[in-house]
């Protein structure tokens, strides 16, 4: 019901409850109900307020053009189409303000990501040495970090740039919201896990792997930092995997308060393939478990590991190795191929990891309820003309929403769950998946994937030789290309 002005006589009011705001020279007539929807803490419910005591038309020395953009957006929830005239910076800066900041982040929030209904919305290039080396993606609010050299730099929900952050390290090749305004980073030219407030730009903190009982681990950098969506609030550690110059490696866990080493697992010595150091790790918080996974190249392909670890107990639960163990002999030496491993937690049923195999190109996926020596179902696409060819060389596999995006050197492709399908037994079919290109082929050729993270309804891609990094956004003039 619309507020009623106790004073009908005043003269920015009539008795039906209207106010008249002066806005840059500007006079806008409107209510109390409309000023005060924004929140009852921000600075138009404040004016409201005294307009309902005065009696006089409120001036306001800011921007009236943007205002009544603003105003439009508390009337009808939605932004109106001149707000096309103005930058994304000078609305939020307006919306600040005001103190409606809120209001505006929901009417600017994307759609749902979708990776079928994806397209390339922006690309952000950071000032200065623009080669992203490492990324970030905020758990919820679609604001990221990217590495660049020794530095990071912020941006925020609206994507505007929110300040650079020059660290001690010449390249950060792994970075991780601890906090959401403290970063975790690592390099492989320099030794420790290092903590900065990205915000004051301040060093706060690191971690070094060292045993008083041997000397050799000492100067161990870090190889990667586990994933955990939403962990940054959770309180739960930090896990990273450390290797020392000898190759022995570990992975640690760091108190996310204290920032100091709480415990240690996984310690391998590196002599082997299948005892390298994690290029890999997910926290898989509803399981309680560390997922790792290492690949090495050589001349007769890929080989390497995948193993969860139990953080309580220190040891494995499960491991494959590949190639090798007792797996199907149809893909024997299919092993997945570098940065083609990932887990699947928030998908609607349990946890699954995924990975692409560097010959076939085939997606698998494993369900963590029913892990064995052969866990692996392998999605089917139901096209036949749209075989993988080539294999899953220089491929990118990232797990987001429940979609598992997949970069080829033909361009980037998603696989969503038909959920009106039911599986047997419970478990997961190959062909209760549907593929679709993300990209077009102008896109493609921009250059091959590099790295790939979701953050809020965005995903972050970058790419080999491109600066800067493109953001995805679901809309329905994505022109998404269906494969079924």
């Not at 005591?53 to 053009?65: L, Y």
Request: proline share 4%; hydrophobic share 35%.
């Amino acid at each position: 019901m619309e507020e009623r002005d106790p004073d009908p006589n005043s003269a920015s009011q009539t008795n039906n409850g209207r106010i008249k705001l002066n806005v840059g020279g500007k006079l806008f007539e409107t209510t109390r109900h409309t000023l005060r929807s924004g929140g009852l803490d921000s600075l138009l419910a404040a004016l409201s307020d005294r307009a309902a005591e005065d009696g006089e038309p409120i001036f306001i020395d800011r921007d009236p053009e943007i205002f009544s953009v603003l105003l439009s957006l508390l009337r009808s929830d939605r932004l109106p189409s001149t707000a096309r005239r103005f930058s994304k910076q000078d609305l939020v800066e307006e919306a600040q303000y005001y103190g409606i900041e809120a209001r505006l982040r929901t009417a600017m929030a994307p759609p749902p990501l979708l990776g079928f209904d994806a397209a390339l919305a922006t690309t952000i290039h950071p000032a200065s040495d623009g080669f992203p080396t490492a990324l970030s993606a905020g758990s919820g609010d679609g604001s990221v970090w990217i590495a660049h050299a020794g530095q990071i730099s912020a941006y925020d929900w609206s994507l505007a740039h929110a300040g650079t952050v020059r660290t001690h390290l010449d390249q950060i090749t792994s970075l991780r919201h601890v906090w959401p305004e403290i970063a975790g980073i690592g390099s492989l030219d320099s030794p420790g896990l290092h903590f900065y407030d990205v915000t004051s730009g301040r060093h706060v903190g690191s971690a070094h792997w060292s045993d008083p009982s041997d000397p050799r681990v000492y100067k161990a950098w870090v190889t990667a930092i586990a994933d955990a969506a939403g962990a940054e609030s959770s309180g739960e550690p930090v896990f990273a995997a450390f290797e020392c110059p000898h190759r022995e490696n570990c992975i640690l866990a760091v108190d996310r308060a204290t920032l100091k080493i709480t415990g240690e697992i996984g310690r391998q010595s590196g002599s082997a393939a299948k005892a390298a150091a994690a290029g890999k790790l997910v926290h898989v918080r509803e399981r309680g478990v560390v997922f790792a996974a290492a690949v090495s190249v050589g001349a007769f392909g890929y080989s390497g590991y995948m193993r969860l670890w139990d953080p309580r107990s220190g040891e494995a639960v499960w491991e494959t190795s590949e190639p090798g163990g007792a797996g199907r002999s149809t893909r024997f030496g299919d092993a997945f191929a570098d940065a083609d491993a990932d887990v699947d937690t928030e998908g609607q049923r349990a946890p699954a990891i995924y990975k692409v195999c560097w010959k076939t190109g085939d997606v698998g996926v494993a369900d963590m309820r029913m892990l064995g020596e052969d866990p692996w179902v392998y999605l089917e696409e139901r096209n036949p003309g749209l075989r993988n060819a080539g294999g899953g060389l220089n491929s990118v596999l990232h797990c987001y929403k429940g979609q598992v995006f997949v970069s080829r050197e033909g361009g980037l492709e998603v696989w969503s769950r038909i959920e009106d399908e039911e599986e047997e037994d419970g478990g997961i079919s190959g062909r209760r998946y549907r593929r679709n290109f993300v990209d077009s082929e102008d896109d493609a050729r921009r250059g091959l994937v590099k790295r790939m993270q979701g953050g809020g309804d965005r995903l972050f891609v970058s790419r080999e030789g491109m600066e800067g990094i493109e953001v995805w956004e679901s809309t329905d003039l994505s022109g998404a290309i269906s494969l079924l």
